[in-house]
Nanobody, 120 residues
Framework: QVQLVESGGGLVQPGGSLRLSCAASGSIFSRLAMAWYRQAPGKERELVAAVTSAGRTNYADSVKGRFTISRDNAKKTVYLQMNSLKPEDTAVYLC??????????????WGQGTLVTVSS
């Protein structure tokens, strides 16, 4: 139903910025809530930021004021702008799509992840 492909990860110095992208396939993107999660080595996966189909956003306390999630329904893409990066932001970042779509049912999908490394 939906396939997700992340891009934009890489190595960045503390204080730097990166923008992650998650491109979706299919025709129901605009109906889905989108989110970014991250998982650091030895830690549980955690929600970083989310945006509903209506455009409402929420953030983990650890990234508020530094990260911004946005979506472009015409491009079927969700973004995560990450500023003032810290070493503790180092993780694999994963894109998630979820929703209940009329005539389709429950939809949930994960991307393969993109690695973000914050280090000097």
């Amino acid at each position: 139903q939906v396939q997700l492909v992340e891009s934009g990860g890489g190595l960045v110095q503390p204080g730097g910025s990166l923008r992650l992208s998650c491109a979706a396939s299919g025709s129901i993107f605009s109906r889905l809530a989108m989110a970014w999660y991250r998982q650091a080595p030895g830690k549980e996966r955690e929600l970083v930021a989310a945006v509903t189909s209506a455009g409402r956003t929420n953030y983990a306390d650890s990234v508020k004021g530094r990260f911004t999630i946005s979506r472009d329904n015409a491009k079927k893409t969700v973004y995560l702008q990450m500023n003032s990066l810290k070493p503790e932001d180092t993780a694999v970042y994963l894109c998630n799509a979820a929703g209940i779509v009329p005539d389709v049912g429950l939809v949930t999908a994960w991307g393969q992840g993109t690695l973000v490394t914050v280090s000097s």
